[in-house]
């Protein structure tokens, strides 16, 4: 009830409710309490109502045992009751004796105690068995409140009655009462286990479910539902009560959020992947490709086109999705009149939303003689790969089969976007120049091996790393000493760059200075090693270096902290042979290196490798040696010569994405 129903009370009605005794002889729940709603005594039809016993009732606080939503109501009741010596009446929800809950109309009068004269509140539940209706009046106002709907569904007879709640969801039921199966008709099929379920629960309340409804107005609807089991009165009928929400337009805008947010994030995605692999292209093929294959559908167009600037012409590539034909744009002039020239030369964007717009703004332009013939509505945007000002360099476009009106922030990104193009296209040029420059370089400190050395093949194989500069500090090196003997080095300068180039240039200059008057490899090692301190070097390096006798095949060996060598036979065997020595050249000063000898055999070959071969992120150095050996002896075994064993040795390393710089030499005795 909206407001407590009071009625006044005479004098002779008063002194009728003294026998507070006689108050809890009812059939229907009583109870007396103090005036702070304490409970003094109580029935035991009020006991079975409130779900507890006598015993667990008498002291408690009356409105503590009802569900906390009651709680503020039990306490107005009984102080309007107690103030103004009124009665007062208002539906309270009691917690029942099983799962449902019960629904009383409960009146509260003052009464004195007959014993000590206190002052009392008297509560008991009234009779409403026929005026259910206003047992569910609370119900109706927070429903509508709430801007739900409230329907109650009566087991016995089967029907779902409209109770009434928000008048937009009283719309959805134009009947009063509707029969379950007429309700299960209208449910989608795959939501009616979920309906059934709901109506036969034996839960006091009940999860939310969503259910598609058919209305005769304007189709489905998504419905969301909760029900609730409730007895009508004390000893009255048990109904289940649902309340209803209709989330139909709150699911399609969560439904366009969704698409929107999914679009944004492809968007998103896609935008991302175009600018990583931008800034990792390493050649201007790659940067074009990148261009090609993303920028139309990173901007939701139909084709893309690129164009540089090669001696004031431009040298236009295009996606299989630009309907302009990319020769009517190739060696176009720079100052020809039309949209791409002119942004190139001047690096203002061009946002060209339809035919028209062209036609108007550059009346005379040679730069798609065929756009008369293109629907009207074609659009095009042309940005500009360097910023204004700056030195002319190149542009792309994206065309559109519709019109087209670029937004803001479509402009701003896709100049953002074209910049950072034009950073890695310079980059990319820059890169080249050095990486040309490298490559002279390291062909100057590579040596070329002897061609012809009594008794012996000699096969040497180099390869860059995969990161940096196109040149490394890995080297090799073979020549023939004073005495007839054959020196053979391989090593590896620390770094990737210009600098390790030179710096393994010093070194192998130095062994060879060295190698013609100090012919034993440990002797070598060591001067250099003093050397290159003497020079307060930065940068160090390890190497192996080999003398070899090619009448007998005796070798000497020593080692600066250089990978093992491998010996290879011709039956496909192979052994890891590690050479004394000491640690690598250029890092301890007073390093005495040792050497020993062996014997290299007919038919046998010693494989020098620098750590790159053998070492890897997925390869461990015991596990590169013996694929690098087992190659060797495999190649030797199908009778291989040197030059095609360092080939099987050094694919085997680059086919496993090798980020070092790799070297090999092959020393086969014939």
């Known amino acids: 009830m909206k407001d407590d129903e009071v009625i006044s009370l005479d004098d002779e009605g008063e002194r009728q409710m003294d026998a507070s005794d006689e108050l809890l002889q009812m059939a229907t729940p009583?109870?007396?309490?103090?005036?702070?709603?304490?409970?003094?005594?109580?029935?035991?039809?009020?006991?079975?109502?409130?779900?507890?016993?006598?015993?667990?009732?008498?002291?408690?606080?009356?409105?503590?045992?009802?569900?906390?939503?009651?709680?503020?109501?039990?306490?107005?009741?009984?102080?309007?009751?107690?103030?103004?010596?009124?009665?007062?009446?208002?539906?309270?929800?009691?917690?029942?004796?099983?799962?449902?809950?019960?629904?009383?109309?409960?009146?509260?009068?003052?009464?004195?105690?007959?014993?000590?004269?206190?002052?009392?509140?008297?509560?008991?539940?009234?009779?409403a068995g026929n005026d259910l209706g206003a047992l569910l009046i609370p119900f109706r106002l927070a429903a509508k409140a709430a801007n739900l709907g409230l329907c109650m569904y009566s087991p016995q007879e089967r029907e779902l009655e409209w109770l009434g709640g928000a008048p937009a969801l009283a719309a959805l039921f134009p009947e009063a009462s509707m029969s379950l199966s007429e309700v299960v008709r209208r449910v989608h099929p795959d939501d009616r286990g979920a309906l059934r379920r709901l109506v036969r629960s034996a839960a006091a309340r009940s999860p939310w479910i969503w259910l598609r409804f058919l209305t005769e107005r304007d189709g489905w609807h998504l419905l969301v539902c909760r029900a609730r089991r409730l007895i009508l009165g004390f000893g009255g009928p048990e109904r289940v009560f649902g309340v209803i929400r209709d989330d139909t337009?709150?699911?399609?805008?969560?439904?366009?959020?969704?698409?929107?947010?999914?679009?944004?994030?492809?968007?998103?995605?896609?935008?991302?992947?175009?600018?990583?692999?931008?800034?990792?292209?390493?050649?201007?093929?790659?940067?074009?490709?990148?261009?090609?294959?993303?920028?139309?559908?990173?901007?939701?167009?139909?084709?893309?086109?690129?164009?540089?600037?090669?001696?004031?012409?431009?040298?236009?590539?295009?996606?299989?999705?630009?309907?302009?034909?990319?020769?009517?744009?190739?060696?176009?002039?720079?100052?020809?009149?039309?949209?791409?020239?002119?942004?190139?030369?001047?690096?203002?964007?061009?946002?060209?939303?339809?035919?028209?717009?062209?036609?108007?703004?550059?009346?005379?332009?040679?730069?798609?003689?065929?756009?008369?013939?293109?629907?009207?509505?074609?659009?095009?945007?042309?940005?500009?790969?360097?910023?204004?000002?700056?030195?002319?360099?190149?542009?792309?476009?994206?065309?559109?089969?519709?019109?087209?009106?670029?937004?803001?922030?479509?402009?701003?990104?896709?100049?953002?976007?074209?910049?950072?193009?034009?950073q890695a296209l310079k980059r990319v040029s820059l890169q080249e120049a050095r990486v040309e420059l490298a490559t002279a370089l390291q062909q100057t400190m590579l040596p070329t091996l002897p061609e012809h050395l009594p008794g012996l093949e000699v096969a040497a194989r180099y390869r860059p790393s995969l990161d940096g500069l196109d040149i490394g500090g890995d080297w090799y090196d073979a020549f023939v000493m004073p005495d007839g003997a054959v020196a053979l080095e391989i090593g590896d300068a620390q770094g990737h760059d210009v600098g390790a180039a030179a710096f393994m240039g010093q070194v192998r200059a130095s062994m060879r200075a060295i190698a013609a008057h100090e012919p034993d490899p440990a002797t070598v090692l060591t001067r250099t090693n003093e050397l290159l301190i003497t020079m307060e070097a930065a940068r160090f390096a390890s190497c192996t270096m080999l003398r070899i006798d090619p009448g007998d095949g005796r070798v000497t060996g020593a080692s600066a902290g250089h990978v093992p060598l491998l010996y290879a036979r011709d039956d496909g065997s192979h052994s890891v042979h590690e050479s004394p020595g000491g640690p690598v050249l250029g890092v301890v000063l007073g390093t005495e290196y040792g050497e020993e000898t062996f014997a290299l055999h007919e038919d046998s070959a010693l494989v020098m490798v620098t750590d790159g071969v053998v070492e890897g992120p997925g390869l461990t150095l015991e596990a590169g040696l013996e694929r690098a050996g087992t190659l060797a002896g495999a190649a030797l075994h199908d009778g291989l010569n040197a030059e095609e064993t360092a080939d099987r040795v050094l694919d085997a390393a680059v086919a496993v994405d090798h980020l070092d710089d790799v070297a090999v030499l092959v020393i086969r005795r014939a």
């Open 249 to 422: 337009k709150r699911e399609a805008r969560r439904r366009r959020a969704l698409v929107a947010l999914s679009a944004e994030r492809q968007r998103a995605d896609e935008i991302a992947a175009f600018s990583s692999a931008v800034m990792t292209a390493v050649t201007e093929q790659e940067v074009r490709q990148v261009v090609l294959t993303r920028l139309a559908a990173t901007f939701g167009g139909t084709g893309a086109a690129l164009a540089f600037v090669t001696q004031g012409r431009l040298r236009v590539s295009s996606d299989a999705g630009i309907p302009i034909p990319v020769a009517a744009l190739q060696g176009l002039p720079l100052d020809a009149p039309s949209a791409l020239p002119y942004v190139i030369r001047t690096g203002e964007p061009q946002f060209i939303p339809n035919q028209e717009d062209y036609i108007r703004r550059w009346p005379h332009g040679a730069m798609v003689p065929y756009f008369d013939q293109l629907d009207s509505g074609f659009a095009i945007s042309i940005t500009s790969l360097s910023p204004i000002g700056d030195q002319p360099f190149g542009a792309w476009l994206v065309t559109y089969d519709s019109e087209h009106h670029s937004s803001p922030d479509e402009r701003a990104l896709m100049g953002t976007l074209a910049d950072l193009a034009g």
């Open 30 to 127: 009583s109870a007396l309490l103090t005036l702070d709603g304490a409970i003094r005594s109580l029935n035991a039809a009020m006991a079975g109502t409130l779900g507890r016993s006598v015993e667990q009732c008498v002291g408690r606080g009356f409105g503590d045992l009802l569900p906390a939503s009651q709680l503020t109501a039990v306490k107005s009741l009984v102080a309007h009751a107690a103030t103004t010596k009124t009665v007062a009446m208002r539906v309270l929800e009691f917690p029942g004796p099983g799962a449902a809950s019960v629904v009383c109309l409960v009146e509260a009068r003052p009464v004195n105690d007959p014993v000590g004269g206190e002052s009392l509140v008297w509560v008991h539940s009234l009779k």
